[in-house]
Structure formats: structure tokens, C-alpha cells
């Protein structure tokens, strides 16, 4: 999402780079410049304005013009108030003390509850929860079914009656909980097109019956300022504890997300970030802020990794390397673990550098190049994975026709498979930075 804004602040604190020396003359240039990057971003005029006031009343001191390195003193700063701009620290959903703890999913028609519901159904069930669901939209045809269907796929139960109102649903999912010994209750509620008097009065009527221990806001992070108006809206009328931000993976600008806690004071508690049930995370100022300036965010690729990838896998293949005994079996078997991650295109937005550059290369960084690689291998014999030094022209034509590729790809995956190989045995053999091969990911075509 915020690949736009990343590659202009990227060519921004380039230029300030290649001075050398800065005057304050060139901090407020640059500034300007960052402001425009921001408004074009959709950020709030005014939580732009006050945000560059910050900044410059840190940028423009002594200890920064100074610096031998003033560049990097400013993208610092920057980065410190894109932190607290959004939020300083983590906040996690909060867990009441006398279970159950009941929590609302609350927003417009669109923003994404149903699925948010579920997501964050797995999440707490995968932190050892036992959290249930109650399908409290009655009035958008398919919701409940909805609800269900993805509740099955994590099997969390679901309480539901057609015939109930919201609030005696939400009354149903009270008892259920202890009568089912669950600790959390997630209620999908109803939303509306706009917001209006009947949405809010029923929103207010659920929660004077059965009060929230949090009231969590779900907007569309594509909607850009339109989020921050609705949550403002919301907010006037009820006990809003957070926000939930939905499809931050989109083509958005990614104004909302760098407006809406500056703006309604509300923490983003979680964000949705791709459309599978496991694409939910704590909301982290501090790696988001990383993300956006192209410093990558590490941290948050290694949780991946170790929620997702089989540690004994892992560790075998792992020793394979170091022993420099890697094969095309093995290969695949790497390509398999990277899968786990998430697109391709999401885990190098998370790649130190990486932030600015994906805006070009998403044509270039394509899944689907992934499955003709797999293609490739699955149409080669074992003994030709094991050893692929046999592979001759026949065997080249006869691979690239069973997997719907042609012979200059699979001689081209073959000549990149060598170069990995001649570098695990440099790693090996020696010691210091090695050029890393290019990975057969691009399009092969």
C-alpha cells in the first residue's frame, strides 16, 4: 500500500544524501517535499501539517546540521514521528479479567467484519482462546452464511437464529459462551451503506444489554480519508476501544493508516493484510514506520516464518546448505517453505531496500512465475532432480513440454540452480559477502 509514498521519501533523503553537509535551507526543501509525498498519499491536511512541524522543529537544530551524517539524523527523526504519529507502541486486544471477554466488530457495510470476525476468531484460537462467534448480521443476505463457512474452515463454533434480533443474538452468545466454556465472543454486527440513526441505535441498544470489552472499528484502509470520517463518526456515538484496518495489502495510498490515530485518538489494534484467514497481525508502529522510510521489517518476516515453516524441514535443509549437498529436490523443497510466507511480493515489501522498489517490479515479481518453476521441476524424473547434470537436449524438450514452458526457461533455471550451488560452496569454503545469484522468481517467460 504504501509503496508510492516510500519510493518518493526514498529519492527525498537521496538528494539530501548527495549534499553532503545540510543547510536548514535544504531541511525545509526537503520537508516541502516530504509534504507533498504525504498529501499525495491521502494523509490528513492536518495531521500533515502538525506532523512536519515536529519534524522540522527537531530537523532544523544544531545537532543535525552538524552531524557528519545529517541525512540519516533526518530520516531518524522522521521515523521516531511516524512512530508516535502512529501510535508509539503496540496495542493488543484486551482480554477481561472475568471471562468471557466480549468483543464487537463493529463499522459500514463493505469494510470487511465477516471475514475480520473470523480472522480474529483464528488469531485468538492460535494464542490458545476458545473463542466463539455470533453471526449478529441479519440483514445482508449471505452473511450469516458467510460467517459460517469461514468459521468451519477454523472450526470455531457459531451462534445463530434468523429469527432473533441483534440483541437477543448477542444475548444467545452470552449463554452459549459459558454454556460451551468459550473465553472470548466475537460479534459479526450488521452494517449499513452509511452511517445513520437505526445503525448506531442498535449498535448502542447490543451494548447496553451485553457490554463490550472492546469495541473494535473495521475500516476499509482503501477508502483513504472516508475511513477517518466514518471512525469519527462511529466514535461520537459509541465506546469505540480501536480500529481494525482491512485490505492494507490494496492499491490504496495508505493515507487512513497514517491518519486515523492522529486523528480520532484511536489505536489501530489489528490490520488485515491479504485475503487468506491467517492475513490478520498486531497493528505495529514501529515496523510499520520501517516499512514505509524502505528499512523492510525483519521482525515480522521471522514471526512469519516461525508460524508458518516446519522447523525440522527447515533445519534439514539448512544443513543440506551447509554441507553444500543441495539438489533440484531440495530446491523445491525451498520454493515450498517460501510459499508459507505469503505472495512473493509481500515478503520482499518486508526486505530492507526492497519498500520503494516493488511499485516497478510488481510486474516483474509475479507469483505465477513461482508456479511455472515448479512446473519445471515437477516435470523432471527423480534421478534428473537428484542428479541434473543428465539433463541433455531431449530431456530439456521432454520437461519443457510437460510442464507448458519452453527450453530456453528450463535452461535457464538450470543455469541459476548452478550459480546457487557454486555459491553454497563458497560459503562453504570461504569466508566474507559472496554475490548472491539471481533467483529464478522473475518471470520466466
Given at each position: 500500500m504504501f509503496d508510492a509514498l516510500t519510493e518518493k521519501l526514498q529519492q527525498t533523503f537521496k538528494r539530501m544524501r548527495n549534499k553532503g553537509r545540510l543547510t536548514e535551507a535544504d531541511v525545509k526543501e526537503a520537508?516541502?517535499?516530504?509534504?507533498?509525498?504525504?498529501?499525495?498519499?491521502?494523509?490528513?491536511?492536518?495531521?500533515v501539517r502538525e506532523f512536519l512541524g515536529r519534524v522540522e522543529a527537531r530537523a532544523v537544530g544544531q545537532d543535525v546540521l552538524e552531524s557528519l551524517t545529517p541525512d540519516q539524523a533526518v530520516i531518524r527523526i522522521v521515523r521516531d514521528e511516524l512512530i508516535q504519529l502512529m501510535g508509539s507502541h503496540v496495542e493488543r486486544v484486551h482480554m477481561a479479567s472475568n471471562p468471557p471477554t466480549v468483543i464487537y466488530m463493529v463499522g459500514l457495510q463493505g469494510a470487511g467484519k465477516t471475514t475480520a470476525s473470523a480472522k480474529?476468531?483464528?488469531?485468538?484460537?492460535?494464542?490458545?482462546?476458545?473463542?466463539?462467534?455470533?453471526?449478529?448480521?441479519?440483514?445482508?443476505?449471505?452473511?450469516?452464511?458467510?460467517?459460517?463457512?469461514?468459521?468451519?474452515?477454523?472450526?470455531?463454533?457459531?451462534?445463530?437464529?434468523?429469527?432473533?434480533?441483534?440483541?437477543?443474538?448477542?444475548?444467545?452468545?452470552?449463554?452459549?459462551?459459558?454454556?460451551?466454556?468459550?473465553?472470548?465472543?466475537?460479534?459479526?454486527?450488521?452494517?449499513?451503506?452509511?452511517?445513520?440513526?437505526?445503525?448506531?441505535?442498535?449498535?448502542?441498544?447490543?451494548?447496553?444489554?451485553?457490554?463490550?470489552?472492546?469495541?473494535?472499528?473495521?475500516?476499509?484502509?482503501?477508502?483513504?480519508?472516508?475511513?477517518?470520517?466514518?471512525?469519527?463518526?462511529?466514535?461520537?456515538?459509541?465506546?469505540?476501544?480501536?480500529?481494525?484496518?482491512?485490505?492494507?495489502?490494496?492499491?490504496?495510498?495508505?493515507?487512513?493508516?497514517?491518519?486515523?490515530?492522529?486523528?480520532?485518538?484511536?489505536p489501530i489494534k489489528l490490520v488485515g493484510s491479504g485475503e487468506k484467514l491467517e492475513d490478520l497481525e498486531p497493528f505495529n508502529p514501529d515496523r510499520m514506520a520501517s516499512r514505509i522510510l524502505g528499512m523492510g521489517d525483519i521482525l515480522t518476516l521471522i514471526e512469519k516464518a516461525e508460524a508458518s515453516m516446519d522447523r525440522e524441514d527447515t533445519q534439514a535443509l539448512a544443513e543440506k546448505i551447509t554441507k553444500a549437498d543441495f539438489t533440484l529436490d531440495d530446491f523445491r523443497a525451498m520454493i515450498d517453505q517460501v510459499k508459507k510466507l505469503g505472495p512473493l511480493s509481500k515478503v520482499m515489501e518486508m526486505m530492507p531496500g526492497m519498500g520503494g522498489k516493488m511499485a516497478k517490479m510488481k510486474d516483474k515479481v509475479d507469483d505465477r512465475s513461482v508456479v511455472r518453476v515448479e512446473a519445471i521441476l515437477n516435470s523432471m524424473t527423480k534421478k534428473e532432480r537428484q542428479r541434473p547434470e543428465?539433463?541433455?537436449?531431449?530431456?530439456?524438450?521432454?520437461?519443457?513440454?510437460?510442464?507448458?514452458?519452453?527450453?530456453?526457461?528450463?535452461?535457464?533455471?538450470?543455469?541459476?540452480?548452478?550459480?546457487?550451488?557454486?555459491?553454497?560452496?563458497?560459503?562453504?569454503?570461504?569466508k566474507g559477502r559472496m554475490r548472491m545469484p539471481r533467483m529464478p522468481f522473475p518471470p520466466l517467460g
Amino acid at each position: 500500500m504504501f509503496d508510492a509514498l516510500t519510493e518518493k521519501l526514498q529519492q527525498t533523503f537521496k538528494r539530501m544524501r548527495n549534499k553532503g553537509r545540510l543547510t536548514e535551507a535544504d531541511v525545509k526543501e526537503a520537508l516541502r517535499e516530504v509534504r507533498l509525498a504525504l498529501l499525495e498519499a491521502d494523509v490528513n491536511f492536518k495531521v500533515v501539517r502538525e506532523f512536519l512541524g515536529r519534524v522540522e522543529a527537531r530537523a532544523v537544530g544544531q545537532d543535525v546540521l552538524e552531524s557528519l551524517t545529517p541525512d540519516q539524523a533526518v530520516i531518524r527523526i522522521v521515523r521516531d514521528e511516524l512512530i508516535q504519529l502512529m501510535g508509539s507502541h503496540v496495542e493488543r486486544v484486551h482480554m477481561a479479567s472475568n471471562p468471557p471477554t466480549v468483543i464487537y466488530m463493529v463499522g459500514l457495510q463493505g469494510a470487511g467484519k465477516t471475514t475480520a470476525s473470523a480472522k480474529l476468531a483464528r488469531m485468538l484460537r492460535h494464542q490458545g482462546r476458545q473463542p466463539l462467534l455470533v453471526a449478529a448480521d441479519i440483514y445482508r443476505p449471505a452473511a450469516i452464511d458467510q460467517l459460517k463457512v469461514l468459521a468451519d474452515k477454523i472450526q470455531v463454533p457459531v451462534v445463530t437464529e434468523p429469527s432473533k434480533t441483534p440483541v437477543e443474538l448477542a444475548e444467545l452468545g452470552k449463554a452459549a459462551s459459558r454454556r460451551m466454556a468459550k473465553d472470548v465472543i466475537i460479534i459479526d454486527t450488521a452494517g449499513r451503506l452509511h452511517v445513520d440513526d437505526d445503525l448506531m441505535g442498535e449498535l448502542e441498544a447490543m451494548n447496553a444489554r451485553i457490554p463490550a470489552n472492546e469495541m473494535l472499528l473495521v475500516v476499509d484502509a482503501m477508502t483513504g480519508q472516508d475511513a477517518v470520517r466514518v471512525a469519527e463518526a462511529f466514535k461520537e456515538r459509541l465506546p469505540l476501544t480501536g480500529v481494525v484496518m482491512t485490505k492494507l495489502d490494496g492499491d490504496a495510498r495508505g493515507g487512513a493508516a497514517l491518519s486515523i490515530r492522529e486523528v480520532t485518538q484511536l489505536p489501530i489494534k489489528l490490520v488485515g493484510s491479504g485475503e487468506k484467514l491467517e492475513d490478520l497481525e498486531p497493528f505495529n508502529p514501529d515496523r510499520m514506520a520501517s516499512r514505509i522510510l524502505g528499512m523492510g521489517d525483519i521482525l515480522t518476516l521471522i514471526e512469519k516464518a516461525e508460524a508458518s515453516m516446519d522447523r525440522e524441514d527447515t533445519q534439514a535443509l539448512a544443513e543440506k546448505i551447509t554441507k553444500a549437498d543441495f539438489t533440484l529436490d531440495d530446491f523445491r523443497a525451498m520454493i515450498d517453505q517460501v510459499k508459507k510466507l505469503g505472495p512473493l511480493s509481500k515478503v520482499m515489501e518486508m526486505m530492507p531496500g526492497m519498500g520503494g522498489k516493488m511499485a516497478k517490479m510488481k510486474d516483474k515479481v509475479d507469483d505465477r512465475s513461482v508456479v511455472r518453476v515448479e512446473a519445471i521441476l515437477n516435470s523432471m524424473t527423480k534421478k534428473e532432480r537428484q542428479r541434473p547434470e543428465i539433463i541433455d537436449g531431449s530431456r530439456r524438450l521432454r520437461i519443457a513440454r510437460g510442464s507448458g514452458t519452453t527450453v530456453q526457461e528450463v535452461n535457464r533455471l538450470l543455469k541459476q540452480f548452478d550459480e546457487i550451488k557454486k555459491m553454497m560452496k563458497q560459503m562453504k569454503g570461504k569466508k566474507g559477502r559472496m554475490r548472491m545469484p539471481r533467483m529464478p522468481f522473475p518471470p520466466l517467460g
